[in-house]
């Protein structure tokens, strides 16, 4: 094993554990607010691309590349506007689900 590897290794273990500060106001008042979920899609996209990414939540339409850009670009204006410095999109697939109607 390299010297690096070993000198890497042993200050890994030699670090102590970080306490973490639990909030102190419940859960469910400030779960999911680090999502760009209704509310957010609502205050960054225009109507036309709120209701095209509507549209295909909600019948399984296909997002035209204009609109797929302008949700990124508000996306990332949204992360920004709460202080991220870095940023990047996340895709799952969903393997066996039936995502486009015919």
Same mark, same amino acid.
């Given at each position: 094993m390299s010297t690096r590897r070993i000198l890497a290794?042993?200050?890994a273990i030699s670090r102590k554990p970080i306490e973490l500060n639990k909030?102190?106001?419940q859960v469910s008042k400030y779960y999911g607010s680090n999502v760009f979920g209704q509310d957010a899609m609502r205050e960054f996209l225009s109507?036309? !691309?709120f209701q095209s990414i509507?549209?295909?939540m909600n019948q399984?339409?296909?997002v035209e590349r204009k609109? !797929?850009?302008q949700v990124a670009a508000c996306m990332k204006a949204w992360a920004?506007?709460?202080g991220v410095t870095h940023?990047?999109?996340w895709f799952q697939t969903i393997i066996g689900s039936n995502c486009r109607k015919a």
């Open positions: 290794l042993q200050e909030p102190n106001e109507e036309e !691309a509507q549209q295909s399984g339409t296909i609109m !797929a850009d920004q506007s709460k940023f990047t999109h």
